[in-house]
């Protein structure tokens, strides 16, 4: 692990190659090109592709290319590269960018969790069934087959990181 | 009166100082050395700034409704958020500036230069930008309704979700700029080139096309003008889902589709407007569909073939439903589950900074592509497809 003195300032570098285990706590940001196992603390994490973080994070920015693991806060969030099993991704907000490519993914997601934004439960309240739709006229749908009401879809409640 | 005198402000801001919070109206400083000086929150209304240099400077919050801009050096200037109503910026340079959710209803732009600059989420209706430069300029989602940009270079430029309603385009330049999901209803577009541009789900109703340019244009899912056109120039235009140009449409083809009367895209459209409740429905759209949905759908299952494209529009919502099949869906309203997951095995996952998914979504077996764009609301628990899951289960039991 090398303090860095770059152009804009310091930051912390974790050097390819090297892999750190334990607490890393930080007033400056922080570099991962390396590996990183334990807790993370600082105002802005960069996880470049050759890089993994496997803890407890807590960040301002992080912006991620390589591997992440564990549990990350963050304000703002730009990722890229894997997300392992058993993750959970809360931010403010999350910038996944979608792949030009057919077949080609930015993010290979595994069984995660995200909480992005702060108004998810209020959404989820507004979109209760008595909820008045905005008025305006509207063309029938074509090729539309109605059936008997469903009983709504029978596959279990997400309830923990595995989806078990 | 002002709070300062223009002398006092100049001395100011040569000593450093910033000029925040001031009463400024009426201020005469033409021609003025203001480079980088911070007017934050300052009132300047009706001042007058004509021909000054005031590159870098901050005018974030600032008031300048009605002030003389015209000509004035302003780029890269931070004006996020800034009152411009009704400001002469005549030729003013404004490239690389921050004009993002600033107010320039009717102010005078004509011939600026915004290169670069960015006006998302910007008021600009019935402002006058003829002749105006706006290459690379960002205008996501601004409002630029009744707008005069006739002649104006905005190539390039990004004016997705844009309103454009009844503007003037006239010979406007808008090669390779991305139009999709702006709204061009009733707008003028005579003699424009669109070469190249973005117009997917873009619509174009009533609007004036005649001798456009259209070659390349990315024409997928966009509404027609509703009648016949006639004198466009375009050898090709590209209607596949991905603007990818594998579909390509040539010939009299091109005129019906902008009409919105040809039989290609839209008879795999499925719309569902804003009004409609759907309570309890089973629905199943085949391969290569394209479905936008506008309306309340509660407890649905909803079954897409390979291929299919399912919008859940900014008014939609889908509440308690399931989305299955190997489709490609894109969020600008709300997704919220009641048991999950949700949404199963498609292909591509993008949730809009508009949208809201509350959810599980279970990916496709070849795992599904995911996009998530900055102010989207997410509570989302991911998953591998089933047959992974168990190969796992398996191997770590």
Known sequence: MIPMQGTQGRKTLVEEGTSFKGSLSSTCPVEVKGRVEGDVTAPALSVSASGSVHGKVKVGEMQSHGELAGEFDADVVQLQGTVKDRTIIRAKSLEVKLSPTEGKMQVVFGECQLEVGSETREVAASARPNEKAPKGPSVPPEGVKPSEPSKGPSVRPPTDANGA | ?397
């Open chain 2, 1 to 397: 009166m002002p709070e300062l005198t223009a002398d006092l402000v100049l001395k100011k801001i040569k000593i450093g100082e910033k000029v925040e919070r001031a009463d400024l109206r009426g201020l005469v400083l033409t021609r003025a050395v203001l480079d980088g000086a911070s007017f934050r929150r300052c009132d300047l209304d009706g001042a007058n700034l004509e021909g000054a240099r005031l590159s870098k400077a901050l005018f974030k919050n600032a008031s300048l409704r009605e002030a003389f801009l015209a000509g004035a050096d302003l780029r890269e200037a931070n004006l996020e958020s800034a009152d411009l109503e009704g400001a002469n910026l005549l030729g003013a340079k404004l490239a690389g500036a921050n004009l993002n959710r600033a107010n320039l209803e009717g102010a005078n732009l004509q011939g600026a230069d915004l290169s670069g600059a960015r006006l998302t989420h910007a008021q600009l209706a019935s402002a006058t930008l003829g002749g105006a430069r706006l290459i690379r300029a960002e205008l996501a989602h601004a409002d630029l309704s009744e707008t005069d940009l006739s002649t104006a270079k905005l190539d390039e430029a990004d004016l997705t979700s844009t309103d454009l309603s009844g503007a003037n385009l006239e010979e406007a330049s808008l090669a390779r700029a991305q139009l999709r999901d702006a709204v061009l209803r009733g707008a003028t577009l005579l003699r424009a080139d669109l070469s190249g541009a973005d117009l997917r789900r873009a619509n174009l109703s009533g609007a004036k096309l005649e001798g456009a340019l259209f070659t390349g244009a990315r024409v997928r899912g966009l509404v027609g003008t509703g009648a016949p056109v006639i004198g466009i120039r375009a050898e090709w235009v590209d209607d596949s889902e991905e603007a990818s140009r594998a579909v390509r449409v040539t010939g009299g083809q091109i005129a019906d589709l902008l009409a919105g009367l040809t039989a290609s895209a839209p008879s795999h459209k499925r719309y569902f407007g804003q009004g409609d409740v759907l309570r309890n429905a089973h629905l199943e759209f085949n391969t290569g569909a394209a479905v936008e949905i506008e309306s309340l759908f509660e407890h649905c299952t909803i079954a897409l073939g390979e291929g299919t494209e399912l919008v859940i529009g900014r008014g939609g919502v889908l509440s308690g439903c399931q989305v299955q099949g190997a489709g490609r869906i894109t969020i600008h309203g709300k997704f919220v589950e009641r048991e999950g997951p949700g949404i199963v095995g498609a292909t591509q996952l993008v949730v809009s900074s508009e949208g809201s998914l509350v959810g599980a979504v279970e990916q496709a077996q070849d795992l599904t592509r995911f996009g998530f764009e900055p102010g989207c609301h997410l509570r989302v628990q991911i998953l591998q497809a089933k047959k992974e899951r168990s190969t796992k289960g398996g191997k770590q039991s």
